[in-house]
């Protein structure tokens, strides 16, 4: 359990550091409303793709795949691996970043994005740690069940594929 969380500091760290990237990076750029529609199915794309390959871990159809258990070079260097190359992150953050500030009536200030990126780092960190314990005490208790989890994660990622996929050809729609 103590590498689980020692995989999440890695995790909210990069997390916290491509949030103030994209606060920066929208501020300077002023990212388009056209850009983010370009990026929408990169990502749509990508969720399909890992509904996918979560399918067929469960199924054993992937063989010399160790699953979720990816170890390169020690936790806290997996956790910073896997979370700088997690691509639904960057476009996520960019709009996500866009739509909060479009509607705030808050300042844009260096002291504002600080505390933005705070609460962000500790809600990620609290998410984290209920995972790392509940899935510590559910593996412990219902450890047989272990191998619906990939299928369980197939659908999830199925699904917001498929929302997200209606709600970009419904903004086409609206836009007319």
């Known amino acids: 359990m103590l590498a689980a969380l020692i995989f999440c500091v890695a995790v909210v ?6 949030v ?4 920066i990076f929208n501020d300077r750029v002023h990212v388009s409303d056209k850009l983010l529609k370009y990026l929408a199915p ?8 890992m509904a996918v390959y979560s399918m067929f871990f469960s199924s054993g159809e992937i063989s010399g795949v160790s699953g979720f258990a990816i170890s390169i070079g020690g936790a806290f260097l997996s956790g910073l691996i896997l979370s700088l190359t997690n691509p639904l992150q960057y476009p996520y953050w960019m709009a ?6 479009g509607k ?11 505390f933005y990126v705070l609460g962000i780092g500790f809600g990620t960190s609290v ?3 209920c995972f790392v314990f509940l899935g510590a005490y559910s593996i412990g208790k219902w450890g047989m069940l272990l191998m619906y989890v990939p299928i369980v994660a197939g659908v999830v990622y199925s699904l917001t594929a498929c929302w997200f996929s209606y709600r970009y050809i419904l903004s086409f729609r609206i836009n007319k």
């Open 127 to 129: 998410a984290l740690a």
């Open 42 to 49: 990169v990502g749509i794309l990508v969720l399909f793709t």
């Open 13 to 18: 760290i990069v997390e916290m550091g491509v």
């Open 20 to 23: 103030r990237i994209s606060l």
């Open 96 to 101: 996500w970043n866009k739509v909060f500030f």
């Open 104 to 114: 705030s009536e808050g300042e844009k200030n260096n002291k504002t994005f600080f």
